[in-house]
Nanobody, 127 residues
Framework: QVQLVESGGGLVQAGGSLRLSCAASGRTFRNYNMGWFRQAPGKEREFVAAISWSGGRINYFDSVKGRFTISRDNAKNTVYLQMNGLKPEDTAVYYC????????????????????WGQGTQVTVSS
C-alpha cells in the first residue's frame, strides 16, 4: 500500500514563502510521476504542479508559474513544492498525489489520473 504524507503547511503573510514536502512509502517512488493539487473551501480540487518520474519534465498551473517550484529527491522518496510570493488566493489544502502507472510519458493535470493521495496540509495566506 502506498502512503503519502505531506508536511510544511502553515500560516504566512502575503509575499511570504513555504516549502511543502511529501514523503512516500510503499513502492518504488522513483518510477512514478508525482503531482501537487490544492482545494480551497467550496471549490474543486485543482492542479498545481507535476514532475515526471525522472524529474526531467515539469508542468505548472498558469497562476503559480514563476512563484512555485516542484522538485523531487528520489533518494529520499520525497517530492517538494517551494512556494514563493504567496498570495491570499493560494490559501487551500494542498495534496500530493502519485500516478498509477510507472514510467508514464505523459504528465497529467487531472485528479483522475492519480491513484494515491496524501491527507493534505493546510496553507493559509493572510493579506
Amino acid at each position: 500500500q502506498v502512503q503519502l504524507v505531506e508536511s510544511g503547511g502553515g500560516l504566512v503573510q502575503a509575499g511570504g514563502s513555504l516549502r511543502l514536502s511529501c514523503a512516500a512509502s510503499g513502492r518504488t517512488f522513483r518510477n512514478y510521476n508525482m503531482g501537487w493539487f490544492r482545494q480551497a473551501p467550496g471549490k474543486e480540487r485543482e492542479f498545481v504542479a507535476a514532475i515526471s518520474w525522472s524529474g526531467g519534465r515539469i508542468n505548472y498551473f498558469d497562476s503559480v508559474k514563476g512563484r512555485f517550484t516542484i522538485s523531487r529527491d528520489n533518494a529520499k522518496n520525497t517530492v517538494y513544492l517551494q512556494m514563493n510570493g504567496l498570495k491570499p488566493e493560494d490559501t487551500a489544502v494542498y495534496y500530493c498525489a502519485a500516478d498509477s502507472l510507472a514510467f508514464r510519458n505523459v504528465l497529467y493535470i487531472t485528479t483522475t489520473r492519480y491513484e494515491y493521495w496524501g491527507q493534505g496540509t493546510q496553507v493559509t495566506v493572510s493579506s
